[in-house]
T-cell receptor, first 111, second 114 residues
Framework: SQTIHQWPATLVQPVGSPLSLECTVE??????LYWYRQAAGRGLQLLFY??????ISSEVPQNLSASRPQDRQFILSSKKLLLSDSGFYLC??????????FGSGTRLTVV | KQEVTQIPAALSVPEGENLVLNCSFT??????LQWFRQDPGKGLTSLLL?????REQTSGRLNASLDKSSGRSTLYIAASQPGDSATYLC?????????????FGTGTRLLVSP
């Protein structure tokens, strides 16, 4: 069966510290992978998507970056966190003809 | 630019009621439409996926319809239960060539009281 793992579940980081959130998918090959952010009281915003290894597209300019070192691994990073990076980060995957499947999310609080 | 709107923003009903959540989108050239449920502090759980060629999908007490030409979808929940309390999100996958983005509505927050 297809599953998606996202960790950590919660994270509290000081301003200026680095960030690394990881997402892995099981049970499918060559999925499209996505990072979304959900700020408090706001909708879901697409940050990055990837259609293959090493292929990353950014939807909005920001303090974050993404990488896809393996087919089913997607990493969200930052060198120096800002207060405005706080939010709920969701990883998702999809394949042609199927809907999106989301991970359980990471609650990031930058202090 | 595709825009997705959900009405109402919040809904409070007593247990047992049948209810309808509405979703509208501005560009009818969609690939599919997906309804999700989100519990507080949790990820999104997919409820129903309707392809652009379909009119409706059913799963248990849930029924989702799609009228692509008018840019509307409804999620019907029969015999609501307190466990149905959550935020319901509608999302359309854009059509056309190239990358097809999933565009979300702002959600309907549902509270079902015992």
């Amino acid at each position: 069966s297809q599953t998606i793992h996202q960790w950590p579940a919660t994270l509290v980081q000081p301003v200026g510290s680095p960030l690394s959130l990881e997402c892995t998918v099981e049970g499918t090959s060559n999925p499209n992978l996505y990072w979304y952010r959900q700020a408090a009281g706001r909708g879901l915003q697409l940050l990055f998507y990837s259609v293959g290894i090493g292929q990353i597209s950014s939807e909005v300019p920001q303090n974050l970056s993404a990488s896809r070192p393996q087919d089913r691994q997607f990493i969200l990073s930052s060198k120096k966190l800002l207060l405005s990076d706080s939010g709920f980060y969701l990883c998702a995957w999809s394949v042609l003809g199927r809907g999106y499947t989301f991970g359980s999310g990471t609650r990031l609080t930058v202090v | 630019k595709q825009e997705v709107t959900q009405i109402p923003a919040a809904l409070s009903v007593p247990e047992g009621e049948n209810l309808v959540l509405n979703c509208s989108f501005t560009d009818s050239a969609i690939y599919n439409l997906q309804w999700f449920r989100q519990d507080p502090g949790k990820g999104l759980t997919s409820l129903l996926l309707i392809q652009s060629s379909q009119r409706e999908q059913t799963s248990g007490r849930l029924n989702a319809s799609l009228d692509k030409s008018s840019g509307r979808s409804t999620l019907y929940i029969a015999a609501s239960q307190p466990g149905d309390s959550a935020t319901y999100l509608c999302a359309v996958r854009e059509g056309g060539t190239g990358f097809q983005k999933l565009v979300f509505g702002t959600g309907t927050r549902l509270l079902v009281s015992p």
